[in-house]
């Protein structure tokens, strides 16, 4: 069941617009707000700073991220350990790096999220330890289901029965577990995106939906958006390794909550298939 959460309209400056349906749209310029006048939509307790906010003509769920932290009676809240982030907040660079590398991915043929826009709300945000200003920045777009692997506890088994059922549609290679399934479309998006330089660098049971689709390209690297630290974008080469036990864990998490035991010899034959060979990596 999703926590209805009070919101209130902010004005605020579209940053940038999908172009094929621009103009066409909704906007959701919310922030959260105990006494406001919209409603949001909280999926499950672990959403921090993501709410439903409304639906497509097409019957898809509309998301907008950085509303507002979802726990805590406050907003906004701030821990010294990264000088820039905010409990709650999108900063303006991410909703924009989150915006791009996204179309990008999904240009790729990767079923991911459909990017809308992202909004600066006119309100400001004062960090009184580092006497910093922000706006809060929102993206906004649009999924196909808003739970994510890791709601699981918080669905219930007819929620999660109704959605796999769907990935029969992807069961190409005759699987006989529904883990399998969905196993052959995150190496298959893995392979996709290493092959063309991506790094996803979030890879978790998060940040996929029950309809197998990858969200959260916020910390994401393509050649068209690489990182703007040379050390960083130095490393990216060691990085994409863990995204293959990265995909291995959000696998196993699937088969634990649909009950199916795993056979590890199927599974690394499926990666090696897609010439992810795990051998490589032992010990």
């Known amino acids: 069941m999703m926590l209805r959460v009070f919101a209130k309209n902010v004005n605020c400056l579209v940053l940038e617009e999908k172009s094929p349906t621009k103009g066409n749209r909704d906007l959701y310029p919310y922030l959260r707000s105990e006494h406001g006048d919209k409603t949001m939509y909280q999926v499950s307790p672990i959403h921090g700073r993501s709410y439903v906010v409304g639906r497509t003509g097409e019957g898809r769920y509309v998301v907008s991220k950085g509303n507002g932290l979802g726990y805590t009676q406050y907003n906004f809240v701030y821990t010294p350990e990264m000088p820039s982030d905010v409990w709650g907040l999108l900063l303006k660079e991410d909703a924009l790096r989150d915006f791009h590398c996204g179309q990008e991915v999904q240009a790729l043929g990767i079923k991911t999220n459909q990017m809308e826009c992202v909004l600066e709300l006119d309100y400001s945000i004062h960090i009184a330890k580092t006497n910093v200003d922000r706006k809060p920045v929102l993206l906004q777009y649009n999924v196909e289901c808003p739970y994510r692997i890791s709601d699981a506890p918080f669905m219930t088994r007819e929620q999660i029965t109704a959605e796999v059922n769907k990935w029969e549609k992807m069961n190409d290679k005759g699987f006989d577990k529904d883990y399998l399934i969905a196993a052959n479309v995150l190496i298959r998006n893995l392979r996709i ?13 998060q940040n996929y939906t029950w309809a197998l689709e990858l969200l959260d390209f916020e ?9 703007t630290q040379a050390d960083y974008e130095r490393h990216v080469c060691n990085l994409y390794d863990r995204e293959v036990i990265q ?14 035991p795993v056979d590890f010899k199927q599974l690394d034959n499926l990666f090696l298939e897609y010439g992810f060979d795990l051998r490589k990596f032992k010990l």
């Open 247 to 260: 995909t291995y864990q959000v696998i196993i998490y699937i088969a634990g909550c649909l009950n199916e």
């Open 193 to 205: 995106m290493h092959d063309h330089e991506v790094l996803h660098n979030a890879i978790h049971e």
């Open 219 to 227: 910390l994401c690297r393509t050649p068209n958006y690489p990182y």
